[in-house]
């Protein structure tokens, strides 16, 4: 082989050494993550746009003494969730369920524990004594939620793409309940310029813990590894209650244990 071509492929192959080690270092090591971006709608109370609320306090509390900056921004969920799984414009995504088929990486503790909503047309006057109030009738969520476990459903489902399309079925009488998010389904009323006072609210009984959901990338279990590490020793230091309380939120179980060992 000629000597240049020996010479050209040792440059390319210190090349590739160089960038393989500087990639190391820059996701494995600690010490030079700087800052963790982080994404979500804008949820009254949890991911407020001037940066406060639940959420964006919670994560400020556990990265920032790590030295570790937390920059947040508002966007819709499906778009929020592309920029994080597909293009990992974001680091994290707040606000998702374990179970989600989405592609992230998730820390041990959640943060927070949602209970869907049902919504009922007033002037049906429907009942309402948790989901025993479901036997044999017309329940309606959005395409994978899976609120409730098939082999436990005595109802007949119907699934729907968008809140707005459930809404739809729900006047139309095709659907007798709508169980969904209420931020989403107080954000169509809003947009479709509906009267609330035309349905009646009720929560699920049962809550689902919701977490940071991390892109599936080497950088991210360094900072879960961060995450898993703080949220305990917030408990220690009296300083995770007194967020929850602050801004009316709910401590997970996964929380509660960590805190009773």
Not at 107 to 134: F, H
Not at 195 to 201: A, G, K, P, Q
């Amino acid at each position: 082989m000629p000597k240049y071509l020996i010479l050209l492929l040792l440059s390319f192959s210190s090349l590739f050494a160089a960038a393989e080690s500087a990639e190391k270092n820059s996701v494995f090591n600690r010490e030079n993550i700087k800052s963790i971006s982080v994404v979500a709608p804008e949820w009254e109370g949890f991911t407020n746009a001037d940066g406060t609320g639940l959420y964006w306090e919670l994560l400020k509390a556990i990265y920032e003494p790590a030295q570790v900056k937390v920059k947040t921004a508002n966007v819709p969920w499906n778009r929020a969730m592309k920029m994080v799984t597909k293009y990992r414009v974001y680091n994290a995504i707040a606000g998702e369920y374990k179970e989600t088929e989405e592609d992230l990486l998730f820390p041990d503790y959640a943060i927070d524990v949602e209970y869907m909503s049902v919504l009922t047309l007033a002037k049906r006057n429907l009942p309402w004594n948790g989901t025993a109030s479901l036997s044999n009738k017309n329940v309606g969520w959005i395409k994978d939620y899976d609120v409730i476990e098939a082999d436990q459903r005595d109802f007949e489902l119907l699934e729907y793409r968008t809140t707005a399309l459930g809404l739809e079925l729900l006047e139309a009488g095709k659907i007798d309940y709508l169980i969904d998010e209420w931020d989403e389904i107080a954000a169509t009323v809003a947009a479709n310029n509906l009267d609330m006072t035309h349905y009646v609210m009720n929560e699920m009984p049962e809550g689902t813990d919701i977490y940071i959901g991390f892109a599936n990338t080497p950088l991210s279990q360094v900072l879960i590894d961060i995450y898993n590490e703080r949220m305990p020793v917030l408990g220690r230091e009296n300083k995770l209650l007194p967020i929850y309380k602050k801004w009316d939120g709910e401590l997970p179980a996964s929380v509660k244990e960590a805190l009773s060992k």
